[in-house]
């Protein structure tokens, strides 16, 4: 360790700017002020104790959703250095919290590689919550401060000795700035049990104060991994079919970049690789994934063509063959990341690229010469992909030229909407012909499509791709989305060009099997169609589960705990005369009645599927879709709870 690192203290801390924009305009730092960004001021304090812990002193991180949605995280790093800043001339704690683009990561000498905003982090938490407490244990002493509204209520008060170490932070989101304001401990158990995997050897806890058991203990959860990426990668594979036992794993420096990449084969259809840098993930991809990506065909393929299989079978390979039932985690870290794209999560540094090519072509040969059975087991399964990718290609071909000869290019089925803008249509997809029926009547026709699905759609989780795109019900849904598969850059990518509606409405019964085919749909859309799910176009719509009567009143509730306070306001002390209907299904309800609560987008209730964590969300479709039902089952009851399921 460098002198220079030893002495962490106020003359580590750089400031480049300061924080006047934050509250005025939030959504330029932390991406939006709805639910993602209010999780995203979590990860900002987190990435702080990260960096720590990258750097060799932190190794336990707590992370507590406290009673009023207040947040507390804390660890056992070194604590923010107390001592006063020369430039500022106020104390390093109250730079670091309070200017933007203060901190030791930009020093570094302090911090190799560094997580988060690039350094805006903690001081955009600060500034958007409305009230945050800092507190310090360092080198024997402890210290504390407040803010509001990142305001600092008075300087670092240095008060007693510890014995203890590190930094605690506990902040209160605005209501003033954010649409929402209650944590989702779904959301952030996902990103800490990422962050165990990414980082090995640091312990993670969550806890939730809000809610306890019968024996009054909190929800909680520890999260540490000694195998890292290897153990993420069998996280993630844990109810598929494994081809190959054991994860191919790979760890190592070239051109003073880490890489660091886990690998697995399965027996599914799709490809799912999950690439980071500095722990933030590439949704986008970027030079690191090209990197891997390069290096796994050239190398698959060397082999392949020295062992004679591919010559004996007579079939063209191409790179998605090699990637077909693949899962890989690709974790870089990088001093000076340059990030691109729509979301700047597309990784740009060229010199990734090389570095993760040569550690992959270098590892992965030796484990094919060394391990030939696994090899040969490896090559079959790039054949029969390439095969399947024939018959999918012709599969593909006829949803397009279906499109193409129709005489209006879309299915018979579908009730279109006379608005062609893509921006202000949408489009239902319906459970059954008779709700599909109901829905034509009370539809507004100017912007509402209605497009009815016959039964249950395939479980395209188990199907080969070939058998997906000729299944009538998504044939049906391309051609009426005006989507189609396949680009010059990637066979397997979505062309939203000629996108037809922006929103995509799945409308199911609010019951079991209405769960279970808008489950089956959405796999379709996770799988096959996941550009829509990350532009955001589609939702679920919420149709009510009662109709609570009383004379001439007449309310709706979409949970018991409506049911029973319309009950209460309506009927009081006198219950005679009040009813309440049970909707088991769409069709139960007239079309006026469908369109007053579930439809008309001044009343209606939709929720947009997004997604959070992409490597969670591979792993939950893999396993409510797939054979294995013990890890189904143990999800249900863990969950059940937490959720409304209707049973």
């Avoid at 191919?248 to 990449?261: L, Y």
Wanted: net charge negative; proline share 3%; glycine share 8%.
């Amino acid at each position: 360790m460098s002198e220079v690192q030893k002495e962490y203290g106020a003359s580590s801390i750089q400031v480049l700017e300061g924080l006047e924009a934050v509250r005025k305009r939030p959504s330029m730092y932390i991406g939006d002020v709805g639910v993602k960004g209010l999780h995203h001021l979590v990860y900002e304090v987190v990435d702080n104790s990260i960096d720590e812990a990258l750097a060799g002193y932190c190794d336990k991180i707590d992370v507590t959703i406290n009673a009023d949605n207040s947040i507390t995280v804390s660890d056992n790093g070194r604590g923010i250095p107390t001592d006063m800043h020369e430039k500022e001339g106020r104390s390093a704690v109250e730079v670091v919290m309070t200017v933007l683009h203060a901190g030791g990561k930009f020093d570094k000498d302090s911090y190799k590689v560094s997580g988060g905003l690039h350094g805006v982090g903690v001081s955009c938490v600060n500034a958007l919550s409305e009230t945050l407490k800092v507190e310090v244990h360092r080198q024997g002493k402890y210290y504390h401060q407040t803010y509001q509204r990142g305001v600092p209520d008075y300087p670092l008060k240095e008060e007693g000795t510890t014995d203890t170490r590190g930094t605690k932070v506990t902040f209160k989101p605005d209501g003033e700035i954010f649409q929402e304001t209650v944590y989702q401990y779904e959301i952030l158990q996902s990103r800490m049990r990422e962050l165990a995997f990414l980082n090995k050897g640091i312990t993670i806890n969550i806890t939730d104060l809000r809610e306890k058991d019968e024996e009054g203990n909190p929800r909680s959860e520890t999260f540490h991994s000694e195998g890292g990426l290897s153990e993420f990668v069998e996280y993630i594979d844990s109810s598929r079919e494994k081809i190959i036992p054991g994860v191919i794993a790979m760890e190592g420096h070239r051109n003073d970049i880490p890489v660091e990449v886990a690998m697995h084969y399965n027996d599914t259809f799709s490809e799912n690789i999950y690439s980071y840098v500095n722990n933030i993930n590439t949704h986008e991809g970027g030079t690191h994934l090209a990197g891997f990506r390069r290096a796994l065909t050239r190398t698959l393929k060397k082999y392949a063509d020295e062992s004679g299989m591919l010559t004996k079978e007579k079939v063209e390979v191409s790179g998605d063959d090699f990637r077909e039932g693949l899962t890989a985690v690709i974790s870089v870290k990088v001093m000076e990341p340059q990030f691109e794209g729509q979301t700047k999560t597309k990784l740009g540094n060229k010199e990734v690229s090389g570095a993760v090519d040569q550690l992959v072509g270098e590892m992965l040969t030796n484990y094919l010469e060394e391990n030939p059975n696994e090899a040969k087991m490896l090559v079959q399964k790039v054949i029969l992909a390439a095969k399947a990718r024939v018959a999918a290609k012709k599969a593909r071909e006829m949803v397009q030229r279906k499109t193409v000869m129709s005489s209006t290019g879309l299915p018979g089925k579908l009730s279109d909407c006379s608005e062609t803008d893509p921006s202000v249509c949408e489009i239902f997809l319906v459970e059954g012909d008779s709700a599909g029926g109901t829905a034509k009547q009370g539809r507004d026709r100017n912007f509402q499509a209605i497009l009815p699905l016959r039964g249950k759609i395939l479980n395209v989780e188990k199907a080969m791709q070939h058998r997906v795109f000729e299944n009538e019900e998504i044939k049906n849904m391309y051609t009426a989305l005006g989507v189609s598969v396949g680009t010059l850059e990637d066979a397997k990518a979505l062309n939203l060009d000629k996108l037809r509606y922006h929103k995509i409405i799945i409308m199911c019964d609010a019951d079991v099997d209405g769960s279970h085919i808008a489950t089956l749909i959405l796999t379709f859309f996770f799988r096959y169609m996941k550009e829509l799910i990350e532009a955001g176009y589609i939702y679920i719509a919420s149709p009510p589960l009662y109709l609570v009567k009383k004379g001439k009143k007449e309310n709706y509730a979409w949970n018991d705990d409506e049911r029973d306070r319309l009950i209460s306001e309506l009927g009081g002390e006198n219950k005679s005369g009040l009813s309440v209907q049970r909707y088991k299904g769409l069709g139960e309800m007239n079309a006026e009645q469908l369109w007053d609560t579930t439809m008309n987008p001044e009343y209606r209730m939709l929720r947009q599927v997004t997604i959070d964590s992409a490597a969670e969300a591979d792993r939950i479709f893999s396993m409510l879709m797939g054979d294995d039902v013990p890890p189904r089952r143990e999800f249900i009851e863990k969950n059940a709870k937490y959720a409304n399921i209707d049973v």
